[in-house]
């Protein structure tokens, strides 16, 4: 009977021996009765047999360790409940683990406890990665913060730098035109033309500083909305009604009753600024622009295409930059600003814009996220 007792205790401690978790048992008073070969490693001792008898003051870890472990233990055994799962940390020789830890209790016979048997495995790795990226995330959310104090301090600089500028170009406007009214007989071609110059000058100066306003003001948060996406497309055309009718351009919508989640003012701003560089960079009789809509899985496809001069560049960084032109100004007028207050717009709803070149013309793609 002995020896089958004793087969079978050496059988229960090869499986232990061999299973990748940390195994232990204890009696009431926190003495070791057994081990796993694993924890009597990194208990700091050579084998499972040298453990019993021992407490956990008498091993490898610290003092604060052996108090928390014993602490758990008390709980456990007093209460009668499973403590699964928990966290712990382990510190040796200045070095310190991660675990992850159950503790049950033990009973006789007679279903009383007479100790605790422990598991746990190693979660250092995991548990370092998961603190680094706590800590990355707390410095991304400081430099957001940081972020967001610069952009609110540079728009408010880029808004009072619009609006004090805007006052010495009225300043020139105005006298431009009362030195016009006022001399006007005794100027000559070249006088008349140099003032010409100074006014169109001064209104264009007027423009930039308007735009840049507005592309300051792009990543200031606005409410997000279920909108008509027809509707809103319709109210566009109303806006630009007098342009379409002056070069006698044809819009073509091609969208269905399709709601869509925007910040509708932005957007709107958006097909403004297409339509009328479709307008705009057009040298047919009759200007043509055809706008077509897709609703793909993750997201809202729009085109905005027109039979106008077309883009010759490859470079799409360039033609989306702030204040880039690929066209004579006095050709085709504009600041170069309007694509690219289009990028930032379509940057923000989640999506994406870029162009497709034509024979005759150019398509304007863009997306909207559905889930921003």
Known sequence: MNIKLLKRGNLLQLVL??????????????IYLGCNKKFAESAGLNSPHEIIGKSDYDLAWTKEDSDYYRKVDKIVM????????FEESQTINNETKWLRTSKIPLYDDENQIIGIMGTYEDITQRKMMELKLIEGNKNLRD???KLEIINTDLEQFTYATSHDMQEPLRTISSFVGLFDRK?????????????????????????????????????????????????????????????????QAEVAINLPNQKVICQPERIKMVFHDLIINGIKFNQSEVPS????????????????????IGINSDDEDYIFAPFKRLNNRRKFA??????????????????????????????FCFTISKTI
């Not at 007093?78 to 799962?85: L, P, R």
């Not at 279920?226 to 379409?244: M, P, Y």
């Open 334 to 363: 504009g600041n170069g600003i309007g694509l690219s207050i289009c990028r930032r717009t379509i940057n923000m709803h989640g999506g994406r814009i870029w162009y497709v070149k034509k024979p005759n013309g150019t398509t």
């Open 183 to 247: 001399y006007e007989e005794i100027l000559d071609e070249n006088g008349k033309e140099y003032l010409e110059r100074i006014k169109e000058s001064a209104q264009r100066m007027s423009t930039i500083t308007n735009q840049i306003l507005s592309y300051s003001k792009i990543d200031s948060p606005k409410v997000l909305e279920e909108v008509d996406i027809e509707l809103l497309l319709k109210e566009t055309l109303k806006d630009l009604a007098l342009l379409i009718q002056n070069t």
């Open 78 to 85: 007093e209460s009668g409940q499973a403590e699964i799962n």
């Open 143 to 145: 430099l957001n913060s």
């Open 17 to 30: 021996d061999n299973i990748p978790s940390y195994v232990f048992w204890k009696d009431r008073d926190g």
């Open 289 to 308: 622009i055809e706008i077509d809509f897709e609703d793909k899985q993750n997201e809202w496809h729009f085109t905005v295409s027109d039979n106008g």
